[in-house]
């Protein structure tokens, strides 16, 4: 039997707790001792994360190197992992020629109001950078393709910032167990995926929600959901965890959870009716572009289309797709609702929330390679082993690599030794979902069995 830590309130070493970074930590010192955590010293925890947030988001810099220098054009931005929907949308959606462009009729800009003012504020800095520069320094107005740069490098920097926002709200919201922030803070989901859409903002506004409903502060929660659902859909799913903890006598009580919905209503509605206001076109275009559009890369829907396409088929349209992800989706809801009533203990907020966001990102239409974002944060407080993480982390890793390789085929004239097989870009779709299908079992077993859930009983090793 493992010791108990002395201290209920004290916090939990990962070397000590987690048995990977023990065996780990042989190579370097051993176990963390006493000494770690006795008196004041500069390297504070926070402090420890921020620097990993740093040295990480610095990777995720350098892995977009090739298009920051040859610009995001050609294939070769597939072939070196480097595309992104930012640099695209910019030019594409007219941000470079009007700011203001995702609110303006007759424009086109396919994300939800927050994102939306993201994308312009950027603009806008963007041309503001530009004009101070080129005046300084008319020597660097010589390229055409600086703006899209200087646009994804404006756009870059507040991921950043989000990314710092996401770390630390994970670290407050683990409790006993901060350096589980650690998972977040070195994600290589992150690192690859940071820079290609604006999904680190809408992650960090779900994550600030779960850690004020961990508070008590519902009216907080729901107005950060409403946020988060400002920005992207999948924030708004936290609603649905908090109701199955409401069905449960000895769950959420319904005024808390009748607080957070209303504040949730509230504060989408402060952020979105203006926009219907100013263009009800504008404000609309991504709840029709989503409800129309047929299956996407990577998603199962995908996979069934190659599949059909290979045998001579034409694949399910999108009104089929459509119809049977929603069912998927809400047949799987009604599956988290039983196993959370069924539960023997409470489960806890976080556990149902990763249930339900894994299960929409499963059968949603469409998989985009920044989706491993969403999850990374919640797996580091539903079910933080080190083991599986990294597992998890390997998976979509490779499903990154294999989607852009399979697209290189699919839009470039590049021979079959630069692009990815059909049958292995499947396989490496078909690994990223087992794996996430993996960690949703891990957590379903931890819901049954509340002795095997690391954040409820810590295994401390014995100190050396």
Sequence with gaps: MTPEPRNRREVVAPTRADPLLRLLSDRVGGPSGTRLTAGRRFWTIPRVLMAMTAVAALVSLLSMQHCRAEGWIGVSLYHHGCYSDVSALYVQRGLDADPWAPFVDGQWFEYPVLTSLLASLAALVTRGVDGVVSSTVPSLA???????????????????????????????????????????????????????????????????????????????????????????????????????????????????????????????ALLNVPAMLLSWENWSQFWSFSAERGSGYSSIWHVWQVLAEAQGSAGPGPELVSTLSLALFLACCTGVLLLGLRAPVPPRTVQLLLLIVAAFALVNKVYSPQFMIWLIPLIALAAPRWRDVLIWQAAQVLHFWAVWMYLAGVVGDAGPQHTMADGVYLLAVLGHMAATAWIMAVVVRDMYRPECDVVRHPPVLARR
């Design 142 to 268: 010589y390229w055409e393709g600086r703006l899209s740069l200087l646009y994804w490098d404006v756009t870059f920097l507040g991921a950043v910032l989000a990314w710092f926002l996401l770390v630390l709200t994970v670290m407050r919201a683990a409790g006993r167990r901060p350096w589980d922030a650690a998972i977040v803070a070195t994600s290589p989901a992150i690192i690859f995926g940071a820079g290609i859409n604006w999904d680190l903002w809408a992650t960090a506004a779900l994550l600030l929600a779960v850690l004020a409903h961990l508070r008590g502060q519902h009216l907080t929660a729901g107005a950060l959901i409403g946020v988060g659902v400002s920005f992207k859909l999948f924030p708004l799913f936290l609603l649905g965890a908090l109701f199955v903890l409401a069905l449960r006598r000895d769950g959420l009580p319904w005024s808390a959870l009748g607080r957070t919905v209303a504040a949730s209503a509230v504060s989408w």
